[in-house]
């Protein structure tokens, strides 16, 4: 059974750093697309980093400049470095996964079950 499992929130003052982990189990995640997506409380869940199998990586707007995505593809793990957080950051934040390769097949849109990110002002 594929598995994505988030660790590393917590509670921040503003201005202060997190790093998030996500372990993939079950598959070898050398192909996907991995990123992380949060979901601010009344919001919809946005995807805000992405990272490919050959390191390229993209960030949205909010995020760019202060959060780092990194991956080891040989541990099977991909990482958030968050700095400079701001209140706004506050959520819960997701390991997202595309083409994980699952029986055979490629499968997109999976989530791990979220780890919550409190910035305090």
């Known amino acids: 059974q594929v598995q994505l499992v988030e660790s590393g929130g917590g509670s921040v003052q503003a201005g202060g750093s997190l790093t998030l982990s996500c372990t993939v189990s079950?598959?070898?995640?050398?192909?996907?697309?991995m990123g992380w997506g949060r979901q601010r409380p009344g919001e919809y869940r946005e995807l805000v980093a992405s990272?490919?199998?050959?390191?390229?990586?993209s960030y949205s707007d909010s995020v760019k400049d202060r959060f780092t995505i990194t991956r080891d593809n040989g541990a099977n793990t991909v990482t958030l470095q968050m700095d400079s957080l701001k209140p706004e950051d506050t959520g819960l934040y997701y390991c997202h996964a595309d083409r994980l390769l699952v029986n055979g097949r490629f499968q997109y849109g999976t989530w791990g079950p979220g780890t919550q990110v409190t910035v305090s002002s």
């Open positions: 990272i490919e199998k050959y390191f390229g990586t």
């Open positions: 079950g598959t070898d995640f050398g192909d996907a697309v």
